[in-house]
């Protein structure tokens, strides 16, 4: 340290080791301390606590403001008022080419059962084998104990069947999707996304926080506008592009429409643009492809032109759950931030078991895709020339939207004669469902008072086909139909 001592030795006075101090310190120094000497000062004399000064309101005041007050409704603005629990179909027993509902038996056109594996033998002996070894759940998420041995053999099988590195399996199908997404694109990323999608992406979507940018339906070339038209901005700011992504997300067969994604396009827009693609094959797997291996292999594509493909246990596989599928530094990240991963109690073993066995079967038995997209042809082939109905979606699709040809006013008259020609079906034997949607939730939801082409699926019959359909069985649901169908439109 500097002597600042005189010559000989005497002591500074106080003024005078002031006076040297501020020769010696920089001013900005100088200035830096004195406020910091004032906040200090400010803080100590300033009052512990500003609350807010408490309003005394009169009773009169008080009971005014009370009647004013108006709730929140319970249901919302819109919900349909004559929705009840207690209207909903029960079933009883498997979903199998025949159903029963409310105690009538009837020809099975309305679940997603497309390989008839909800009521397989060999499924459901492998699942009780399972909840003799495992119980009945596992009550805890992965992360917490919950993590079972099966679980692990499922992912790595389905992503042996399916030539990825890795796979990770979620509890419930719909938070695979809504879940996948925004562990993968986040805030400061650009989603392209088709208008089409379900509710599960658009949720996933939205959970993401991404920057949106909707196409139309399968149209590429707007897509590829659009992927142009941010190329350029991009180029504006190449510091700012080098932190964000673009990712086009759309599905393999698509569930409000029938049809296909134009996947050869996509991947070649998305080598051209290098924009990650993310697909949902919930209902393409096990239904297109030689082997049930989904839209991929349907156009002889590999599993290295997606970069995450989600996948639905609930629908051909006819269990409970979904998967991620991707390479494996892709997937580890939804272990992490997947939040219907993280915080949800994992599959419960059973299911795991029998879609495992699902699983192998398909991979066994590669005849049963061919099929049910005969089936599909078969029945597409009988609807046609209905009057007043469009029969839409890709031929061999064995998910089929039935549509009205023209409008009859509204969207509640169109609503009410669909209603109509499924109760009557139900009244012949034959299920059907409905297609059900929440519009005021859908980011995408037709236009009021437009023709329905905009949105297909939103009012249509959605009509499913199993395997396991003999012949007759199309024919006759097609008379049933058929029938309907003019005495409600004649």
């Not at 004559?82 to 209207?87: E, K, N």
């Not at 949106?212 to 659009?226: A, G």
């Not at 510091?239 to 296909?260: C, M, S, W």
């Not at 046609?384 to 549509?403: A, D, M, R, Y």
Request: aromatic content about 8%; proline content about 5%.
């Amino acid at each position: 340290m500097a002597d600042h001592s005189p010559a000989g030795g005497e002591a500074l006075t106080l003024a005078e080791t002031f006076n040297v101090y501020f020769l010696q310190v920089p001013t900005y120094h100088l200035i830096v301390e004195v406020l910091l000497v004032v906040y200090i000062l400010r803080l100590l004399l300033s009052k512990t606590s500003d609350k807010p000064k408490e309003v005394k309101l009169t009773k009169e005041e008080e009971d005014e403001l009370i009647a004013e007050w108006q709730p929140e409704p319970l249901i919302p603005k819109g919900y349909p008022g004559d929705h009840s629990v207690d209207d909903a179909p029960i079933v009883t027993g498997a979903p199998g080419t025949d159903i029963v509902v409310n105690g009538k038996k009837c020809l099975n056109l309305g679940t997603f059962n497309f390989l008839g594996f909800a009521g397989n033998q060999s499924v459901k002996d492998a699942a009780a084998k399972s909840v003799r070894k495992y119980g009945v759940g596992s009550c805890g998420p992965r992360g917490f104990y919950g993590t079972i041995d099966i679980h692990l053999d499922f992912e790595k099988k389905l992503a042996e069947f399916l030539h990825y590195e890795e796979a990770v399996l979620y509890s419930f199908g719909y938070a695979t999707t809504s879940s996948a997404i925004p562990a993968y694109s986040t805030r400061n990323d650009t989603i392209f996304c088709d208008e089409g999608v379900c509710f599960a992406i658009q949720r996933g979507i939205e959970a993401s926080r991404s920057k949106v940018k909707y196409f139309r339906h399968n149209d590429m070339d707007h897509l590829e506008s659009l992927l142009e038209e941010k190329l350029q901005q991009e180029k504006k700011n190449p510091a700012k592009a080098k932190k964000t992504r673009k990712v086009i997300v759309v599905e393999g067969l698509y569930l409000n429409y029938g049809d296909l994604a134009p996947l050869p396009k996509l991947v070649e827009l998305k080598k051209k643009y290098s924009t990650p693609l993310i697909i949902d094959e919930s209902f393409s797997f096990g239904v297109l492809g030689g082997t049930g291996r989904g839209a991929l292999e349907h156009f002889g594509l590999s599993s290295n032109d997606v970069d995450l493909n989600c996948i639905s246990a609930e629908v051909s596989l006819a269990s409970i759950g979904g998967l991620s599928c991707g390479k494996s530094h892709i997937v580890d990240r939804q272990r992490l931030s997947g939040q219907g991963y993280c915080f949800s109690a994992s599959l419960p073993p059973l299911q795991a078991a029998a879609a495992i066995e699902a699983l192998s079967i398909m991979d066994k038995s590669p005849e049963m895709f061919n099929q049910l997209r005969n089936n599909a042809r078969r029945l597409r082939e009988l609807l046609k020339g209905i009057k007043g109905i469009k029969v839409c979606g890709e031929s061999f699709s064995p998910l089929i939207h039935l549509q009205l040809s023209d409008t009859m006013g509204s969207r509640e008259q169109d609503d009410d004669v669909l209603q109509q020609i499924v109760d009557k079906c139900y009244e012949n034997g034959v299920i059907m469902v409905r297609s059900k949607y929440l519009e005021n939730e859908y980011c995408m939801p037709p236009p009021s008072g437009e023709v329905i082409d905009v949105f297909p699926s939103h009012y249509s019959i959605r009509v499913t086909v199993m395997h396991e359909h003999i012949d007759d069985d199309l024919i006759r649901a097609a008379d049933v139909i058929k029938k309907a169908v003019k005495e409600r439109l004649k």
